[in-house]
């Protein structure tokens, strides 16, 4: 099970306590814990299923082509014997250019993935896969870890060490000394130093990393098209990924969008993790569009002003990505602020959500 659903296994009920809380009856006679006389699975969520499935078949568009770079990329290593130093003096320019590649490919597979994430995350017949692509921690975490290893053609077994956007990301910048390759400077302009971006991964675990990415990514596709969403779904994931803002906000603030140079993260160097959020909200509130119709059957009002707040949370974190964007520097102490107002309105959100869906006679999972 997914690391978030075991945090939210323990948040909701709490987060249905403050749902039943903030919402009382509607005026219309109708009490708040009775269940509502529809069916809750009336509504037609084909069009989450769709959106699934459009941002599974990019994403395994995109891990491919990131393992067609990887591969060119070890070819040309395994011509000069791995020898990085003369790797790069021979053939520098085709170096850089495969390293960039390789750079703007996990750019683009990126927002594939987080725009999605509400729904693998949220939903527990996908969440593994949000381990293992994006959420999971290396083995010195063990209650998170990834549930995999990688195996490299050299022969070397790199245990659990990391979700596969991690292991992308920070190869391709070369922000994980473990994954860069030895003995050599990666100066790949040529400029006499070593700027950030500038990066030699480890040819044998970046090929490895970039193949196993591309199955598993070509595997949550499979799984998604397997998958027949429920209302219970829509309503978990909607309770589990929205009230997360504390945690992205968090390693924003620890990231080189704050932190600079100082930053503890090695990840979140291609995109602000303000953009991850807006992206996260807005399959969140596809998913909420969905499910509006159900809610507004038990509470008309309540179901639009859900809606609204929903809405203006997703604002809220494209206003602070365009700031951003735009040369605003934000400090570690907006980020903490930021956060926790953000934190405050998606519980909210959440609260609303578990009540209705109580109303509705849907039982969360956990």
């Known amino acids: 099970m997914s690391s978030r659903l075991r945090s939210a296994g323990l948040a909701l009920a709490a987060v249905a306590a403050l749902g039943a809380a903030g919402c009382g009856g509607n005026g219309d006679g109708k009490s708040a814990t009775q269940p509502a006389a529809t069916t809750a699975s009336a509504a037609d969520l084909g069009a989450i299923k769709q959106y699934l499935l459009d941002h599974t078949e990019q994403l395994g568009a995109d891990a491919g082509a990131i393992r067609e770079d990887a591969e060119a990329y070890y070819a040309l290593a395994e011509k000069a014997d791995f020898d990085y130093a003369r ?3 021979d053939r520098r320019r085709e170096v850089r250019d495969l390293v960039e590649q390789l750079q703007d490919g996990f750019a683009k597979a990126n927002p594939a993935y987080e725009q999605m ?6 939903v527990p017949q996908l969440a593994d896969f949000d381990v293992i692509i994006d ?3 290396d083995a010195s975490d063990p209650e998170n870890a990834v549930p995999f290893s990688i195996k490299t053609p050299d022969g070397r077994t790199f245990k659990q060490p990391g979700n596969f956007n991690y292991l992308i990301e920070t190869s391709a910048f070369g922000t994980e000394p473990k994954f860069a390759a030895k003995g050599v400077e990666p100066d790949l302009d040529g400029d006499g130093k070593v700027e950030f971006g500038e990066a030699m991964p480890d040819a044998n675990f970046l090929v490895a990393a970039a193949r196993d990415f591309e199955t598993n990514a070509k595997e949550l596709d499979a799984a998604a098209r397997k998958w027949a969403p429920t209302q219970q779904d829509a309503f978990t994931a909607l309770v589990v990924m929205t009230p997360t803002m504390s945690e992205y906000f ?8 704050i932190a600079g140079s100082k930053a503890k993260e090695k990840a979140f160097v291609v995109a602000s993790r303000l953009q991850d959020i807006a992206d996260i909200l807005g399959g969140l509130n596809l998913v909420y569009a969905n499910v509006q119709q159900s809610i507004a059957k038990v509470d008309d009002a309540q179901a639009s002003q859900t809606g609204t707040s929903l809405k203006k949370l997703q604002g809220f974190a494209e206003q602070l990505r365009d700031e951003e964007a735009g040369g605003k520097r934000f400090t570690a102490q907006d980020a903490d602020t930021l956060g926790s107002e953000a934190q405050d309105q998606a519980e909210a959100i959440a609260g609303q959500v578990s009540q209705a869906a109580g109303r509705l006679g849907i039982q969360l999972e956990d």
């Not at 994430?117 to 949220?122: K, W, Y």
């Not at 968090?250 to 969008?257: I, L, T, V, Y």
């Open 117 to 122: 994430e509400g729904v693998v995350a949220g």
């Open 135 to 137: 959420a999971g921690g």
């Open 87 to 89: 790797l790069l003096a």
């Open 250 to 257: 968090e390693a924003w603030k620890n990231s080189r969008f």
